[in-house]
Each structure stands twice: as C-alpha cells, then as structure tokens.
C-alpha cells in the first residue's frame, strides 16, 4: 500500500507473517493435544486473531471480549468495563487471550481477572506488540517490544480508521487523524 502522509512504517506485512509464525509455533508446543478457546479483544485484535488462527496446526475455537476503556485516547483512565463478554463456557478449559497491543496494561489486566472468575482450566494471554516502558504484567506469547508513539494497521485504529491497513505504522496523530 502507497505511504500516506503522517504514517510511517514500522513492521511490514512480512514481518509479521514471520512473528505470527512463530507465535504459532510457541502455541502448537505448548497446546499440544489441547484444544484452547482463543479470546479475542475487540475491535483491535481481529486481524491479529484470524492469521494467527489460520496459522495454528492445532484444533481452536474462537470467541470474542470486547472491552471500553473510559477516557480519551490523550487523557486514559485505568477503568475499564467489558462491553461484550464471551459467549461460551470456558470453565474447565483452555483459554489464550488474544490482543494487539499492550499499552499500560489496564486491558489485559481487566480481561485476566475478567476471564479467570469463570474458572478455566488456563488462562494465558498472547499479544502481538508491547510498548517499552509498559507496566509489569505476564505476557505469555508475545510477538514484538515497540518504542513509544501510536500504532495503527493490521486492526489497529485511530479514530476508527487505518485497521485495514497490511503493515503496522506509527501516526503522527497531529496529522494523521
Ligand atoms: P492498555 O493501555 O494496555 O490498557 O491499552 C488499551 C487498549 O488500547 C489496547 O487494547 C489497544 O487495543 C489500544 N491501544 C493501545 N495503544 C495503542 C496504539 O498505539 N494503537 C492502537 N491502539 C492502541
Ligand atoms: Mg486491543
């Protein structure tokens, strides 16, 4: 896709085709002869979770969260309330939480405690990218450590657009939005 103005690349789309592989790979060992529940986190997980996914050589089945964080982008709160909870029963199962990114780490930590009151068997989380200098939380799969700034493309959004975007950019939101 054409550079835009304001975007500037930061992993292209064979990049991640090479760190999804081998989350994948890291998943099949670890689940082997299991059949986990991958849990996305709406909107931004979507693409990440499909390729993954399709990229696993094991059985999975696929359910959704969808979480709203209070605040704006420029002024965050550490409230955050499930919009959308699961729809299956995941008590005694395998459970994989699913995310694009870890920023300060309110998310995952809300979707953890969230996830783990309806008892499964495990709960892991694999998230595709993490901000350096983010909080101190477990990050089970885990497929790059970016710097600073925002990302969009491969799901990722700013002000509801770029998700389709096949590479992850960061904006310069001054000009980008
Ligand atoms: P948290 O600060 O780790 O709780 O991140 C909150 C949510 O904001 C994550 O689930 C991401 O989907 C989203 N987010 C955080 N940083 C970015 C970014 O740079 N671009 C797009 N979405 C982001
Ligand atoms: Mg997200």
């Known amino acids: 896709m054409a550079a835009k103005t304001g975007l500037r690349l930061v992993i ?12 994948a ?16 986190v709406l909107k931004g997980s979507f693409v990440f979770l499909s390729d993954l996914a399709r990229e696993l050589s094991i059985p999975v089945e ?3 969260i ?25 008590e005694g199962r395998d459970v994989l939480i699913v995310e694009d990114i870890v920023d300060r780490g309110v998310t995952v930590n809300a979707v953890m405690e969230h996830l783990g009151k309806k008892n499964p068997a495990t709960l892991r989380f694999c998230a595709l990218l993490l901000k350096e200098g983010a909080g101190a939380f477990n990050i089970d799969y885990l497929g790059r450590t970016i710097t600073g700034g925002f990302v969009v493309g491969y799901g990722m959004d700013y002000k509801e657009r770029y998700r389709n975007l096949p590479g992850i950019y960061l904006i310069d939101t001054e000009r980008g939005g």
Not at 12 to 23: C, Y
Not at 67 to 81: A, H, I, K, N, Q
């Open 25 to 40: 790979r890291e998943i099949e060992r670890d689940y082997a002869d299991r059949t986990p529940v991958l849990v996305g």
């Open 12 to 23: 292209s789309p064979g990049e991640i085709r090479a760190i999804v592989k081998r989350l």
């Open 62 to 64: 696929v359910d959704f």
């Open 66 to 90: 969808r979480t709203l964080c209070y605040g704006t982008r420029d002024v965050p709160s550490d409230e955050v309330c499930i919009m959308k909870d699961i729809e299956m029963d995941i």
